[in-house]
């Protein structure tokens, strides 16, 4: 059963080779220390990888699991139909599961405005008050009581605070991102003052809890060296290790299918707040600037669970279009003419700019939208401070092709040489053996 590929923005894609056909090349005269038992801690099982963070969790245990004895205990997936079929595959790699019963809050009615009320007088930000469930820390209890476990590792930085009911135990912090400077940037770019208050109180109370929770924790793996030197000066982590996002690029390689050479596409998960705040803005204010500067120009908006706002608003923006929960996002990177990453919310690394990169597509994002990335701006993409910003640049890679895909075949190699998973995994294998105060 193939493990993957994975893409950030729609479901599974039928593989072309297996990502895990290199395995044996990467075990080949490594250390034979081990086996760990690594219990990792998460809000639910990571499949399918149909967004950013489960796409990396996925890609890094699948190969540890190889190697090492993994534990996936979590919440129960949401869906009931993905739920089966999630640990079913767990266990088709290899990987044992213990998975805990959970009603999953509603984010909208009034039960939803009931409950950021009540927070208020918490110390503890909504997100994690909400994750940390009296059953998984049973669960959590339990498990080490009847097992040896030489590594505990937090997949989501909020599931510390349920490890802190085992607290001699060794615990690796996975920060995807770091959580209060996602709130700062909500707060800086919300303009109802209402919201933009308890936005800020959410931010403070995530600073306070990332703080206790990196200085409590055996030590902490960043996604980028900007995000490593956060955690460093601003919340007492130790031992802090980068290991960046990846891509299959096996998977995600050019194609000799023409571009639509006016296509300009926006790709990832639709369900998530920093990208629909960014496709919003593509909308109603970065597009429309585009089509005034070259009518011909087309948008193509690709993810999973849009909305039916976003939906509804497409249908009115003339020249754009909505594609949900594809199959494959390989059609529309090798067929755009640029992808455009219009963020100013957000924090890590941006999976889709590598999946970009791997097929050779140029790349028009923010700052914010590059940040953590070992690419340089006019080298390997183009990168403007802000969105107001994006139109001007997003046409110069419509007029000027030939440029944009030489930039884009340097960016690809730096992909190449720095974001393979199998990398990555030994890195994060060598973290492990790190923690638990093993030399490999």
């Known amino acids: 059963m193939d493990a993957l590929p994975l893409t950030s ?31 990792i801690v998460d809000e639910e099982l990571p499949y399918p990888a149909n967004s950013g963070k489960r796409i990396r969790t996925l890609n890094l245990t699948l190969r ?22 999630a640990e079913q595959y767990f266990q088709a790699h290899g990987i044992a599961t213990v998975v805990v019963e959970r009603a999953v809050p509603r984010k909208s009615g009034v039960g939803f405005y009931a409950r950021l009320a009540a927070n208020l007088f918490s110390p503890l930000p909504y997100s994690v008050a909400t994750h940390n469930s009296p059953a998984l820390r049973s669960a959590l209890r339990a498990y080490a009581d009847r097992n040896t476990v030489d590594l505990w590792q937090c997949e989501w ?43 800020g109180r959410q931010c403070r109370k995530f600073a306070r809890f990332e703080r206790r929770a990196h200085g409590d924790a055996t030590g902490a793996v960043a996604v980028s060296s900007e995000d490593a030197g956060l955690l460093q000066k601003h919340f007492r982590a130790r031992n802090v290790a980068v290991v960046e996002n990846g891509v299959d690029t096996a998977f995600f390689r050019p194609s000799d299918e023409r571009r639509r050479p006016e296509r300009i596409l ?44 976003l939906q509804a608003r497409v249908t009115r923006c003339l020249g754009a279009e909505l594609h949900a929960n594809v199959a494959d996002v390989r059609p529309f990177l ?14 890590g690394s941006r999976l889709k700019i590598l999946e970009a990169l791997a097929c050779a597509t140029p790349v028009v994002a923010t700052r914010v939208g590059a940040e953590g990335l070992k690419l340089e701006a006019g080298r390997h993409l183009d990168v403007v401070e802000n969105v107001d910003d994006m139109p001007s640049a997003l046409v110069r890679c ?8 030489a930039q884009a075949a340097q960016g690809r190699s730096v992909v190449l040489k720095h974001y393979d998973w199998d990398v990555l995994a030994q890195r994060l294998e060598r973290v492990w053996f790190d923690c638990v105060g093993v030399e490999n």
């Open 9 to 39: 923005a729609g479901a599974r894609s039928a593989p072309a080779v297996s990502p895990l056909a290199t395995w044996q090349t990467w075990t080949t005269g490594r250390s034979a220390r081990g086996p760990l038992h690594v219990v």
């Open 64 to 85: 540890l699991a190889r190697r090492h004895r993994v534990t996936y205990l979590c919440h129960r997936n949401a869906d009931p139909a993905e739920a089966r079929a």
């Open 157 to 199: 930085t909020p599931y510390a605070e349920a490890l802190r009911t085992l607290p001699t135990a060794r615990r690796l912090i996975i920060a995807h991102n770091v959580e209060s400077q996602i709130w700062r940037r909500y707060a800086e770019t919300e303009t109802n003052p209402l919201k933009r208050w308890y936005i």
């Open 266 to 309: 926006f790709l990832g998960s639709l369900d998530w707040r920093p990208n629909l705040d960014g496709v919003r803005l593509l909308l109603d204010d970065v597009f429309p600037l585009v089509r005034v500067l070259q009518p011909g120009a087309e948008l193509c908006i690709v993810g999973r669970n849009p909305p039916a706002w």
């Open 334 to 347: 090798t067929g755009c003419a640029v992808l455009a990453v219009p963020l100013r919310i957000g924090g």
């Open 398 to 405: 419509l007029r000027e092709p030939a440029i944009a895909q």
